[in-house]
């Protein structure tokens, strides 16, 4: 039954994702900015997670027919996970509205989002993502799922942080401001 729950979770996850990307280019807003930078290690450091996100989402809908579960309590605390993630990035990405972006790019216009979920996480959907990553690990707990639930959360991490960069040069002091009130996560 675990293994139905986290294909169910999963599905819900990216749906929310692809809708959501869906509606925004129906807007004509170019929503995966991921590796359009024009710098080289911005840009080569994006493509390298915009593929681990791609064979993350892989892996995670396979995962239920490959991989052993775990029917101990860290299995049912994998699927809480997974669906406080999927709960979590329903949330953040309404919340954004029409700056929901995955990555970042100068040319593109957006606004700085500080109300809703926004007022406890500055970055709740990446918070969703750890945590739909780490439930699967706990699922499935085998060397690959655990190995790319580390690799996500450490590259979110570092995602998170350029954009910091990115959202401080394009809002400054409002942006700064907004970083000493409110917790990078939680």
Not at 130 to 155: E, R, S
Request: hydrophobic share 50%; net charge positive; proline share 2%.
């Amino acid at each position: 039954m675990l293994n139905v729950f986290a294909l169910i979770g999963t599905t819900c996850f990216y749906f929310i994702y692809l809708v959501k990307g869906w509606l925004l280019r129906k807007q004509g807003i170019t929503v995966n900015l991921l590796g359009d930078k024009h710098r080289s290690r911005e840009k080569y450091f994006e493509i390298v997670l915009r593929a681990l996100t791609g064979f993350g989402g892989a892996i995670q809908f396979v995962a239920p027919f490959l991989f052993e579960r775990n029917s101990t309590s860290w299995g049912y605390l994998g699927v809480f996970l997974i669906y406080l993630g999927v709960l979590l990035f329903l949330i953040a990405v309404k919340a954004m509205g029409l700056n929901w972006r995955a990555g970042f790019n100068e040319e593109q216009k957006t606004n700085l989002v500080t109300t809703g979920i926004y007022q406890l996480s500055r970055n709740p959907a990446f918070v969703a993502f750890d945590l739909l990553y780490i439930g699967f690990a706990f699922v499935f707990p085998n060397f690959l799922m655990i190995l790319t639930a580390l690799t996500a959360v450490l590259l979110f991490d570092l995602q998170i942080r350029g954009e910091e960069k990115f959202l401080l040069k394009t809002f400054g002091e409002r942006y700064r401001q907004y970083q000493t009130t409110v917790r990078r996560y939680f």
